[in-house]
């Protein structure tokens, strides 16, 4: 019996090997509705996808990204998992942009060179893999990552990748305009992005300074 948990659950695979043996794992796992299964640091990581109300957070994130995505790719919110075979890592993100192409392919994962943009929406379960192994991996791939801080509520836009991750970084509070570098290049509104949290639950954080990528 395998149970589910807000936070995430790591998987030991029997005998951890070759990348490709882990993707396959994934794929022939029958993972619960409403969870998501990732690699993370050479390791199978089971969690939720994200929470009820963010989801007027990720439309608003979508309908304004889709006229200024590069010809050709697709903004979507689908649970597809993307690979990262330099750096052994395998990742849903809540958001991605890609080109249309790599989903023409068989099998159930893509490869995360097709990527123009991802967006995560990060909480108190998933801050430390968004903030550090994410940034770390998008940052030598992806042209532009989105980091939204639901505690701390505010947006991070990282750009300019390179083989020691994002050279570029700028953040604004919710509520504030952020400007979404190329190949987008527009301002996005952020003014409903603002989500209340219920009794009990987080409504600050702090983020680490040593995750942000080189100068």
């Excluded at 695979?13 to 969870?35: H, N, Q, S, W």
């Excluded at 590069?70 to 993307?82: I, S, T, Y």
């Excluded at 993100?93 to 123009?116: K, M, N, Q, Y």
């Excluded at 750009?159 to 700028?170: E, L, Q, V």
């Amino acid at each position: 019996m395998t149970i589910m948990t807000e936070r995430p659950t790591a998987i030991e695979a029997p005998e951890p090997g070759a990348f490709e043996d882990m993707l396959r794992i994934v794929e022939e796992m029958d993972t619960p509705v409403g969870y998501k299964a990732e690699l993370i640091r050479g390791k199978i990581v089971v969690s939720p996808w994200s929470k009820l109300r963010y989801k007027k957070v990720m439309k608003s994130l979508r309908l304004q990204l889709e006229p200024h995505a590069p010809e050709g790719h697709d903004v979507d919110v689908a649970p597809f998992l993307f690979t990262f075979p330099g750096s052994g890592r395998g990742f849903g993100p809540d958001l991605h942009v890609a080109d249309e192409t790599v989903f023409d392919a068989d099998g159930r994962h893509a490869d995360g060179a097709a990527l123009s943009l991802v967006a995560e929406l990060t909480s108190d379960s998933t801050k430390d893999v968004d903030w550090l192994d994410k940034l770390d991996t998008y940052g030598r791939v992806v042209p532009v990552y989105l980091l939204l801080d639901m505690n701390v509520q505010e947006i991070s836009a990282f750009w300019d990748p390179s083989p020691k991750g994002y050279r570029s970084r700028t953040n604004v509070p919710f509520g504030r305009p952020l400007r979404v570098p190329a190949p987008f290049d527009f301002e996005l509104d952020t003014s409903e992005f603002v989500v209340l949290f219920g009794e009990g639950e987080s409504e600050a954080g702090n983020v680490d300074e040593d995750i942000q990528g080189p100068a």
